[in-house]
């Protein structure tokens, strides 16, 4: 029979998305609904070595259910890598008194949840908090929305003075191991390539399609490339481009952190809260060491353990859409 947490703990660990905050929240409020103490951890894995841990109350989340960012801060840790950073890990979550952690990150942060459940009793809860979608088991993660939506927003800017002085623009966009960021905002923006590291880049297509273009006076041409793109990213493909084509003004503009910020979605809140609500019932009804995602517009618990990247999933549809639709 498992056990029964009384005070759980929360913290964001790897790269920060928008839509950590309404997360946290929701993880806060639901708790102390259920008569729970709950505390946040600063700076995720490096919070709990460093015993940076702090009792939050209703009014602790207040007004921060719009902010980007987390107001628990997230850093990477290389002590908690280790057995004997764990330790000391687990040591001060027994000072507080604190029985169950729900974890807010990417598929790195859930590894290490996976060794910390293992070596000591404390229940693990796992959110994806990365804006890249890659994570296996749930249809959105927290932050892909509002860093799709930025994204959409700079390159129809972009678009703007692309035609204005007829240029080809490669735009790069965040996406290391996945091209979910760039599939959905090169298509909601009409870009007439869009390359992926789910898909080979063959560049002499690439090549053939810009000369095609050009032949029939289309000369405002967007390309845009996730930073994970195995031809090497935006630079990369402007360099080949220029040194084919060099009768076609190419520029770069790489988005960056850009779409890290920024206040989160209606789409984006609503996924944290769902998800950070669920969290807690699942620590309160002995659910433990899951992942919670959402798939199908329904909750879906998938054990810590068998949670890994979402690689190669793109669909042939998706890259016959662009096709189509770019022509």
């Not at 660990?13 to 806060?28: E, H, K, L, Q, T």
């Not at 088991?137 to 692309?162: L, P, W």
């Not at 273009?213 to 405002?220: A, G, I, M, S």
């Amino acid at each position: 029979m498992e056990k029964k947490v009384s005070r759980i703990g929360v913290l964001t660990s790897g790269g920060d998305s928008p839509g950590m905050n309404a997360a946290i929240r929701a993880v806060v409020r639901t708790g102390i609904y259920y008569g729970l103490d709950v505390f946040g951890v600063m700076r995720g894995y490096q919070g709990l070595i460093e015993d940076d841990i702090h009792k939050l109350e209703s009014r602790s989340v207040a007004n921060i259910i719009q902010r980007g960012g987390t107001i628990l801060k997230t850093a990477r840790s290389k002590m908690f890598l280790k057995p004997e950073g764990r330790k000391i890990a687990y040591e001060n979550l027994k000072k507080h008194g604190i029985d169950g952690l729900v974890i807010i990150g990417g598929d790195g942060s859930f590894r290490g949840a996976v060794a910390f459940s293992k070596e000591f009793d404390i229940p693990c809860i796992g959110l994806a908090g990365t804006i890249d979608k890659d994570i296996m088991g749930t249809d959105f993660t927290i932050g892909f929305d509002t860093a799709v939506n930025t994204a959409v927003e700079a390159i129809d800017k972009i678009r703007d003075t692309a035609d204005a002085h007829d240029r080809l623009f490669i735009i790069e966009v965040m996406g290391r191991d996945a091209g979910y960021i760039a599939l959905h905002s090169g298509i909601a923006t009409g870009a007439e390539n869009i390359l992926i590291p789910e898909r080979k880049t063959n560049i002499e297509d690439l090549l053939s399609s810009l000369l095609e273009k050009q032949k029939r006076q289309k000369l405002v041409n967007l390309i845009v490339v996730a930073e994970g793109d195995e031809f090497g990213g935006a630079d990369e493909v402007a360099k080949l481009v220029k040194e084919r084509m060099p009768q076609i003004e190419t520029r770069v503009c790489i988005l960056g952190h850009i779409q890290r910020g920024g206040a989160p979605t209606c789409l984006d809140r609503l996924t944290a809260s769902r998800m950070g609500y669920h969290a807690v019932e699942c620590l309160i009804n002995g659910r433990h060491n899951v992942f919670v995602g959402i798939l199908n517009n329904k909750m879906n618990y998938v054990p810590l353990e068998n949670v890994g990247k979402r690689k190669g999933t793109v669909s042939d549809e998706w890259m016959k859409i662009v096709k189509i639709l770019a022509s």
